[in-house]
């Protein structure tokens, strides 16, 4: 191009401007009507998990979800994953860039966490990795239901090629692992902005639709179509259930989109309750670190560190739990919200509670009280007072608590809480139980279930479903088998509604356990069977094992003593993988088995089992054998306390005292009793030798053993 001509185009344009301006004002004047309607009309076109489900369905080994960044692949697998999560499904997720090794790392891990121990040693038992992965697909990913999702998948692939693999071994391997998943449930979930060669079949590739009008907006177009979708879609009422949870992920995207992180944010938090109430705790976890990496207020921080510990918290991981709440106590302090500070406290004091360290739960508890107290907050002080009430009631002193709680409803009562004076209700209940003042529970129950009844949304069926339950309880305490099932029946409805499976294993085995008290025996097994099925997808291992030991007792009741073996055997499993102590309990149930069954057929079914056929024999020798080991591990610990830090005295003070509580009234209870609480005082410095009086003289050699009683001089 000559400068003449340039000079010719550039006069031109500039003198026709401001018709070029009114041009584009024009277009986007035309535009503006379509993105009027794109939210609804385009929506329909959206995909949604149920469309991803009918591609699961045909097993085809693998899914591909193909589309353009931020067009929310990450946000529709996560809500497929909520989805399957609920029909059983494990998860291995893997981000990015990654290879053959950390691919089979991710499984091997995973195998492990669920049980497979030796899945870890299987590394250098294969130099092939194909060789690797089909001794997992066999022992492990065919046995069971599971997506490994691999997200940001473009990372490993070649834009100027296509989307060729950046590694041919990797491509192979991909090839390999999709072929052999073919038919079955376990499947390949992968997002990618570009084709994937070798995926790229009729049905296996889902192609995400943009919103194409959104393609010729400007950016500052863009952005305010997206917080105008916001809008419409949290405009959509709670009460929709599935359809408002679909809306809401809708919403959160379209923050995202428009770069409001504070927003989504806050969409983010106030759905993890939701989602965690449906036992979706793994959608939880992957929005909430999503956001992690964004540029939030000090305040969110502080709330996803606090979900996230509610989140550990289900999961029993209590390290992790503290690790997040500590974390978001921090930020509060920082920033001087005391109203927070008081939260993430009573939050702290939650974990300690459950870890059994009921003295440090009652000082953050008492602490929040002071604070909320300080400030005004009514809230604060109501919920403060529930908690301290909920550990006056552990220790028994069942006045205190009764006037903590009766103090905490009549706030919430003013203030207007509904939800908080149904939940305070409900614990008076539990108190009344405990009391086996059933009557008094009746009532409380009663009122409680009303005041959920008031209230629209998920939270006020759950809470109505809980106090059918429980109502079931204290009729089933009283004997009265019919309104008990009668009640339990109606607690598992009122969950149907709100597609709350996570809870209705309880009430499936509470009715499973009075058609075993009525004798029938056939309904029993149904229902128990229904529970164990969805404690198994809570991973509730102890309930799991529990069942199975009922299950073998009611077979034993039919002599049917071949099923009841087995039962016992995989229940004996279980509590042996958690090193419960009820596993001696299900071995002494064996014993009675092997009197009824030929030797010969009692130890081919151990040996299906993999247990050895001499495993009953000298059980008594090795359970002591075990216990003074323990006794003594712990006594050593103890003697040892002056070097340890406060955070290790603290778990060693939380042990003790958890073995303290779970002990009987017994005469040998109460001298471990004594001699625990020598320990304490021990690890905490204090005092000891008024608990070295009362216990036996074989105890008290043992602490001249350990040194223990010579640790303060």
């Not at 079949?201 to 943009?210: D, E, F, H, V, Y």
């Not at 008492?366 to 919920?383: C, E, P, R, T």
């Amino acid at each position: 191009m000559t400068a003449h001509s340039k000079s010719f185009i550039m006069g031109t344009v500039r003198s026709n401007l401001d018709a070029i301006f009114e041009w584009m004002e024009k277009l986007m004047d035309s535009i503006k009507p379509v993105i009027k309607e794109i939210t609804e009309k385009e929506l329909k076109k959206r995909m949604r998990p149920n469309d991803i489900f009918k591609s699961i369905n045909k097993r085809d080994g693998a899914i591909i979800l193909k589309g353009s960044g931020g067009i929310g692949k990450s946000t529709l697998i996560t809500q497929t994953t909520a989805q399957l999560q609920q029909n059983g499904y494990e998860f291995i997720v893997i981000r990015g860039s990654t290879t053959v090794e950390e691919i089979l790392e991710a499984i091997s891990i995973k195998a492990v966490s669920l049980g497979l121990d030796y899945a870890e040693k299987i590394f250098d038992a294969f130099d092939e990795p194909e060789g690797k992965l089909t001794w997992y697909l066999d022992h492990f990913l065919l046995k069971q239901k599971v997506a490994i999702i691999f997200d940001y998948f473009e990372a490993n692939q070649d834009e100027e090629r296509a989307g060729e693999f950046k590694q041919e071994r990797l491509k192979k391997f991909l090839w390999f692992f999709r072929d052999r998943l073919k038919h079955h449930e376990t499947f390949l979930f992968i997002s990618t902005r570009y084709p994937l060669p070798g995926f790229d079949s009729p049905g296996m590739t889902k192609n995400i639709r943009g919103f194409s009008a959104l393609e010729i907006m400007k950016k500052s177009e863009r952005k305010k179509y997206h917080q105008t979708a916001v809008k419409y879609f949290e405009a959509i009422p709670e009460e929709e259930g599935k359809l408002y949870l679909h809306y809401r992920f809708e919403a959160r995207r379209h923050y995202l989109r428009a770069r409001q992180w504070n927003k989504a944010a806050k969409i983010t938090i106030d759905l993890c309750p939701y989602l965690m109430d449906r036992g979706y705790l793994v959608c939880a976890v992957e929005l909430l670190r999503e956001l992690e990496m964004k540029k939030l207020s000090e305040k969110n921080k502080a709330e996803i560190h606090s979900c996230l510990g509610s989140i550990h918290g289900e999961f029993n991981e209590y390290e992790k739990a503290l690790s997040r709440y500590t974390a978001a106590l921090e930020i509060a302090k920082k920033i001087n919200d005391l109203k927070c500070t008081a939260r993430y406290m009573r939050q702290i004091g939650n974990i300690y509670y459950r870890k059994g360290d009921c003295d440090y739960a009652f000082s953050q508890y008492h602490q929040a009280l002071g604070i909320s107290d300080k400030i005004g907050d009514n809230n604060g002080i109501a919920y403060s007072l529930q908690q301290i009430g909920v550990f006056y009631q552990f220790r028994g002193d069942y006045d205190a608590a009764l006037d903590n709680f009766k103090k905490s409803l009549e706030i919430k009562e003013k203030i207007g809480d509904t939800l908080g004076s149904a939940k305070n209700m409900f614990q008076i209940g539990m108190l009344y139980y405990d009391k086996r003042d059933y009557e008094a529970s009746l009532a409380a129950f009663q009122e409680a279930k009303e005041e959920y009844g008031e209230i629209p949304h998920f939270r006020g069926v759950k809470g109505v479903a809980s106090t059918w339950h429980w109502l079931g309880m204290v009729y089933q305490a009283r004997c009265d088998y019919d309104a008990a099932l009668d009640n339990f029946q109606k607690a598992n409805e009122e969950l149907e509604k709100i597609a709350d499976f996570r809870d209705m294993c309880y009430n499936f085995y509470r009715i499973g356990m009075i058609n075993n008290d009525k004798g029938n025996y056939e309904a029993a097994l149904k229902n128990l069977q229904k529970a164990k099925e969805l404690f198994e997808k809570n991973g509730a291992t102890r309930n799991v094992a529990n069942i199975l030991h009922e299950m073998g007792k009611i077979h034993q009741k039919r002599e049917d003593y071949e099923t009841a073996l087995e039962y016992f055997l995989q229940s004996s499993l279980h509590f042996t993988k958690i090193g419960e102590p009820d596993a001696n309990q299900v071995r002494e149930d064996i014993s009675r088995i092997r009197e009824n069954l030929p030797e010969e057929q009692f130890n081919s079914i151990l040996q299906e089992f993999s247990v050895p056929a001499d495993f009953l024999d000298n059980e008594d020798d090795r359970e002591q054998e075990q216990f003074v080991e323990f006794l003594a591990s712990l006594t050593r610990d103890a003697a040892a306390a002056r070097e340890k830090n406060s955070e290790e005295k603290g778990q060693l003070s939380a042990q003790l005292n958890q073995l303290i509580d779970k002990l009987s009234d017994t005469s040998e209870g109460r001298d471990l009793k004594s001699y625990f609480r020598l320990l304490l005082a021990v690890v905490k410095g204090e005092d000891y030798q008024k608990h070295l009086e009362e216990i036996s003289e074989g105890l008290k050699e043992l602490c001249e053993e350990m040194n223990v009683i010579n640790i303060k001089e």
